[in-house]
């Protein structure tokens, strides 16, 4: 295997908080730089996590004031109702994917775990 590939992988066990104790002394002892720069990168992508939950809230809340006494929602009508906050959820689908912030946790995940912020389970 690629030394490089190697590397990613235990880094990526590290952000998810998977990486054995053991293992992590050992890369402290040998390389210390690696694992500050690994807690910075781990910051970052928290803070981007906590603007992409933003960003989905704001998605939902648009379509729940689009739909507050609006006679748009009639049957057969929601798909282009709803087709600029589909767009938008696309879109952030994107970013997110582009951001790397699919190492902690899956989009959908993040989706649900927004849902369920506004009283919604999973479907």
Request: net charge positive; proline share 4%; glycine share 12%.
């Given at each position: 295997m690629d030394p490089e590939v190697i590397v990613m992988q235990i880094r990526d066990e590290f952000m998810?908080?998977?990486?054995?104790?053991?293992?992590?002394?050992?890369?402290?002892?040998?390389?210390?730089v690696f694992l500050r720069d690994w807690e910075k990168m781990k910051l970052s992508l928290?803070?981007?996590l906590r603007q992409f939950r933003k960003?989905?809230?704001d998605n939902f809340r648009a379509g729940l004031?689009?739909?507050?006494?609006?006679?748009?929602?009639?049957?057969g009508k929601q798909s282009s109702t709803n087709k600029k906050e589909?767009?938008?959820?696309?879109?952030?689908?994107?970013?997110?994917?582009?951001?790397?912030c699919d190492v902690l946790i899956e989009f959908q995940n993040l989706?649900?775990?927004v849902k369920s912020g506004?009283?919604?389970?999973k479907k």
């Open positions: 998810r908080g998977e990486l054995e104790s053991s293992v992590v002394e050992i890369i402290r002892n040998r390389n210390p928290k803070l981007k960003k989905i809230s004031r689009k739909a507050d006494g609006c006679r748009r929602y009639r049957p589909v767009k938008g959820m696309q879109k952030l689908r994107t970013q997110f994917a582009r951001s790397g989706v649900d775990e506004f009283g919604g389970g």
